[in-house]
């Protein structure tokens, strides 16, 4: 890991939030759709952000 300042560090746990607050809200939508094609796209939206999630996480490893 490359050494990060504080005002970076800062920067990613708050895009990490945000991200993780996308993942919830996404795999709720698709928990709640009856259509089977907004099911699977709220479903690859929350993987996305999963993704994101998992890469600015290992920013910090």
Known sequence: MAN???K???GIEEQLGQ???LVKKYKMY????????LKTKCEQ????????YTKLLNQLS
């Not at 698709?30 to 259509?35: W, Y």
């Not at 939206?45 to 994101?52: C, E």
Request: glycine share 0%.
């Open 19 to 21: 991200e993780e607050v």
């Open 45 to 52: 939206i929350a993987a996305k952000h999963q993704n994101h």
């Open 8 to 10: 970076e560090l800062t």
């Open 4 to 6: 990060l300042s504080s």
């Open 30 to 37: 698709a928990q709640m759709s009856t259509d089977p094609q």
